[in-house]
């Protein structure tokens, strides 16, 4: 979460003459209302299902650069989806992750008390982030255009 990944996904998709796709921004469009409406109407397990269908659907349709919600990972399906696929693991600190998306009510996972909620998220899925990317590139102090350039380095690193 406010890791930069759409902006990002733009700019790499751009770089690569691809095109890009957000499950959040299908799943909003699917639904025809914000993620954070779909947590409080329905719950986060009935998002998570959601947000599976959306990758399922998308890696399934798509060939050129896919952003993921933050937790789409937590599904075991979804992991081995994207087992084998050049996937990039957007890092950042917590102090980073907090100046970027503060008390922002957009994000029903931090609503209370980022800094704790945020440590708490990252202890449960960075192991499951890591476990899946090809390449991690971390965005601390970085312009999304240094992130892009340094995601696309580490996917022709890859490929080498």
């Known amino acids: 979460m406010g890791v930069g990944k759409s902006t990002v996904g733009q700019l790499l998709a751009e770089r690569l003459g ?15 209302r914000s993620i954070a409406e779909i947590f409080v109407d329905e719950g986060e397990s009935a998002f998570r299902e959601l947000e599976k269908n959306a990758v399922r659907t998308a890696l399934a349709g798509h060939d050129g650069v896919l952003a993921l919600g933050g937790g789409a990972v937590l599904d075991a399906d979804t992991r081995a989806l994207l087992a084998g696929r050049r ?13 970027r998306t503060g008390l922002n009510t957009a994000r029903p996972l931090l609503a209370v008390n980022p800094r704790k909620q945020w440590r708490e998220l ?12 090809a390449s991690v590139v971390a965005t601390d102090g970085r312009t999304p255009e240094e992130v892009a350039q340094a995601a ?7 490929e080498a």
Do not use: N, P
């Not at 990252?122 to 990317?133: I, P, S, T, W």
């Not at 696309?152 to 890859?158: R, V």
């Open 122 to 133: 990252m202890d449960a899925r960075r192991h499951l982030y890591e476990g899946v990317a």
């Open 87 to 99: 996937v990039v693991y957007l890092s950042m600190d917590v102090e980073e992750a907090v100046r």
């Open 152 to 158: 696309l380095d580490a996917l022709e690193l890859k």
């Open 18 to 32: 691809v095109g890009y796709r957000d499950t959040d921004e299908d799943i909003v469009a699917a639904q025809g």
